[in-house]
């Protein structure tokens, strides 16, 4: 159906964009690190 469809896109859309969010927290984690001291 068109409702699975778009939840299914959806999902797909918050995945990639949890998977940017812990790139980037992998990323700079060390940076953070630092700024925190």
Do not use: K, M, N
């Amino acid at each position: 159906s068109a409702v699975a469809t778009a939840f299914s896109r959806y999902g797909a859309r918050l995945v990639r964009l949890g998977g940017f969010v812990a790139g980037y927290r992998l990323f700079w984690w060390p940076v953070e690190l630092v700024y925190a001291v």
